[in-house]
């Protein structure tokens, strides 16, 4: 079906002697809006058809928010694992750039279920991104970093029993900023080859999607597990049509093409 549309509109722009500097402009392209094609929706229909089911199996943060979550995702049969780290992070090893070294949250999709050894290897391992092992369980590797304008603000209202103002939110429109979201092949990761004939995943950035769907779920879990402990008698749990307006914040090109 892509191929038939690439090709009519291929088709059209010869007819109306038109360039591609005549229609990748800003004003064009970003009056576009998802289509059935894109990634997002493609991924959200198999998720919604086949039925797939999301749950916690791990959620083991500490009063700051600090340690391990686990979320299984069970599509017939099968189990996905998406695993979060979580950690304390200095103001002065902050950065969004993909050079960065450190960040608040780490990430990986993997094919199959956890146990507690697989568990450690990955702690060991996922923190550190481009300098750990990974293994061809692994499907996706990703990181993100909590935003310096909403977050801390959004944890303070729900700790507080306010829901924040939702036009804050949508000034920034996410909790979470991913700086890279590897996937097919890279760093020791499943190639795709391999990938989309022994997972579900049988789509590209089928599984980016994924995760970046269970993350930006995970920052919600986060900033309202934070607001808990800082208020345990008052704190409230975000109202679902401000969740509707945070999605994942993305910082450099590398997290792009999913998006």
């Known amino acids: 079906v892509k191929k038939i549309i690439i090709h009519y509109i291929y088709l059209y722009m010869l007819q109306q002697s038109l360039n591609f500097s005549d229609i990748m402009t800003l004003d064009k392209m970003g009056s576009r809006y998802p289509s059935r094609l894109s990634f997002s929706r493609s991924m959200l229909r198999r998720l919604f058809f086949d039925n797939w089911k999301i749950s916690k199996s791990k959620f083991d943060l500490d009063d700051n928010g600090y340690g391990t979550v686990v979320y299984e995702i069970t599509i017939n049969k099968n189990i996905y694992s998406l695993v979060c780290f979580s950690q304390h992070l200095d103001s002065a090893d902050r950065s969004d750039r993909v050079i960065a070294e450190k960040w608040d949250t780490a990430y990986s999709l993997i094919n199959g279920k956890l146990d507690d050894q697989e568990l450690n290897r990955l702690r060991k391992n996922v923190p550190l991104q481009e300098s750990g092992r990974n293994s061809s369980k692994e499907l ?93 008698s008052q704190a409230v749990k975000l109202d679902a049509s401000i ?13 792009m093409a999913p998006f």
């Open 140 to 232: 996706i590797l990703s990181r993100a970093n909590k935003s310096v304008r909403l977050f801390e603000y959004v944890a303070n209202c729900l700790s507080n029993g306010l829901q924040p103002d939702i036009n804050e939110i949508n000034k920034v429109g996410y909790l979470l900023r991913t700086t890279a979201v590897y996937g097919s092949g890279k760093f020791g990761l499943s190639d795709f080859d391999r990938t989309r004939f022994t997972t579900h995943f049988d789509q590209p950035f089928r599984a980016e999607m994924l995760a970046v769907y269970i993350i930006r779920e995970f920052s919600i879990h986060l900033v309202e597990h934070i607001a808990y402990y800082q208020n345990p």
């Open 243 to 255: 969740k509707r307006h945070i999605g994942i914040g993305n910082s450099p090109g590398l997290g």
